[in-house]
């Protein structure tokens, strides 16, 4: 049953960005529902959110294993209630997006080294 509601929940997924976004959006090709776009295979994490601010978070979320749920969602609540990520960090991150975008360039789009040198 389990299986089926997620496939459910895809469906509705799929069908809710087709009605508000037509023809603008990137997801998995069915046999009916061709692709408009393919993701590319490789796609590395350039955004700083992405590249680093998940994995920041994630690492002090988890310095130990939370006990349940609800433990889980209220680590996740504090952090981003009252985490203040140094500035020189937030720079650090931001800066380094130009030189990401110049090495996705250089390997034309394949898999790239998560540091990317910084």
């Known amino acids: 049953m389990e299986r089926r509601l997620t496939t459910v ?11 508000n976004f ?9 046999p009916a529902k061709p692709a408009l776009f393919r993701w590319p295979p490789y796609s590395p994490d350039l955004t700083p959110c992405d590249f680093f601010l998940w994995g920041y978070l994630k690492s002090r979320i988890y310095r130990t294993q939370p006990a349940n749920l609800n433990e ?5 609540v504090n952090e981003f209630q009252f985490q203040v990520l140094p500035e020189a960090m937030v720079i650090r991150s931001i800066d380094s997006y130009a030189r990401r975008l110049e090495i996705c360039l250089e390997v034309e789009g394949r898999s790239v ?3 990317y040198g910084n």
């Open 72 to 76: 889980l969602r209220e680590r996740i």
């Open 9 to 19: 929940f895809w469906c509705g997924k799929f069908l809710l960005l087709d009605e």
């Open 113 to 115: 080294e998560r540091s």
């Open 22 to 30: 037509p023809l603008c959006w990137m997801g998995r090709v069915t």
